[in-house]
C-alpha cells in the first residue's frame, strides 16, 4: 500500500447529478430494468456506476440504506483507518456527523482516534494526502 492518498480533485458534482437525476428509489411491478437503492445489492451498483469502490465498508452502527451520510462516513472511516493505522471503530467514532443534513460536512475530531489530541497528527493525515494540481 503506498503512502500517499491521491485525491483527484473536487467530484464532478454536475456528472454525479446528471448520473442520479433518474435513478428510482423504489421498485415497481414491470418495469423493464428497476435501479434500487432499498437493498444492499441496488445501492451498490449505483455506487459502483458512480466509481465508488465496492463493496461498501461495514461497520456494526451503520445505516447505509436508510442515512445516507453513513454512506460517506464508512468511506471516510476506511480511509483514515488506513492513513493512521487504527481500528475500524475508532476510525468510525472519530468521524462527526453534522448538526443538521443541510450542512452537510463529516468533521475528524482528531482527539477521539487516540493518538494524541496534538497537531501532529492531523498534519501526518494532510501530509499523506496528495491533492494534485491541474
Known sequence: MSDVLVAHGPPDVNGLIAATRDVQLSSTEGQQ????T???TGLEALL?????PIPIPSHPTADVLNKPLDIGRVYLANILQKLI????????????QPASPDDGDLDIVVPRLGKGSDSSVAFGIIERVCFPVY
Open 33 to 36: 430494468s428497476i435501479n434500487t
Open 38 to 40: 432499498l437493498d444492499i
Open 48 to 52: 459502483q456506476a458512480l466509481g465508488a
Open 85 to 96: 493505522d487504527c481500528d475500524a471503530t475508532t476510525a468510525y467514532n472519530a468521524i462527526q
